[in-house]
């Protein structure tokens, strides 16, 4: 998320509504928000409350969203946000993948639980599923053998977009 929005200029988050934040982006493709607040380097929704659904349900439904929204995880990778998003706004569904996972978090330190990263997994392919079922815009990404930048750039250019703006 950090290099896809890397070409804005990110505040400080603000309460968009309820339990929703968001960090606001200027610049690069136009203003806009990434969801969710930055913990450490870690830009993410993880840091929104459990029970953040009906407050972003509603956000997506105002007649004022900005014109990019980035957004990332489980907080908000469910089916009511992602499909009144998509009946709003132009929307892409990113599956990220990597053989080399586990490595990756051992690497890091992760000691997450080996059941729970299955579930998400599980989940994060369901959402993906229906999104194309469903007619939303949908990218599965393999990034085994490639890096953040790499990553951000797939994905602008599969909304045809140049690759020093960002819109997602």
């Known amino acids: 998320m950090n290099a896809l929005s ?4 990110v505040g400080e988050a603000i309460r968009l509504r309820g339990q929703l934040w968001g960090e ?32 972003a349900v ?15 995880g489980a907080r908000l990778a469910n089916e009511k946000f992602l499909f009144t998003l998509g009946m709003r706004c132009k929307t892409l569904v990113v599956l990220l993948t990597a053989e080399n996972a586990a490595q990756r978090r ?4 992760s000691d997450q639980n080996p059941t729970w990263i299955k579930g ?12 194309v079922t469903n007619g939303i815009p949908a990218l599965p990404v393999d990034t085994t053998n490639i890096g953040p930048t790499a990553i951000a750039d797939i994905i602008r250019e599969a909304i045809d977009l140049p690759m020093d703006e960002a819109s997602v």
Do not use: C, Q
């Not at 051992?106 to 330190?109: A, M």
């Not at 998400?120 to 999104?131: C, D, G, I, L, Y």
């Open 6 to 9: 890397s070409h804005y200029r």
């Open 120 to 131: 998400r997994a599980t989940a994060s392919f369901r959402m993906f599923e229906k999104a």
């Open 24 to 55: 606001p982006l200027e610049g690069g493709a136009g203003s806009g928000v990434r969801l969710g607040r930055t913990r450490g380097t870690f830009s993410g929704t993880d840091a929104l409350g459990m029970s953040v659904n009906p407050d």
């Open 106 to 109: 051992r690497e890091r330190g």
């Open 58 to 72: 509603a956000w997506a439904a105002e007649d004022d969203l900005p014109s990019v929204i980035l957004g990332e």
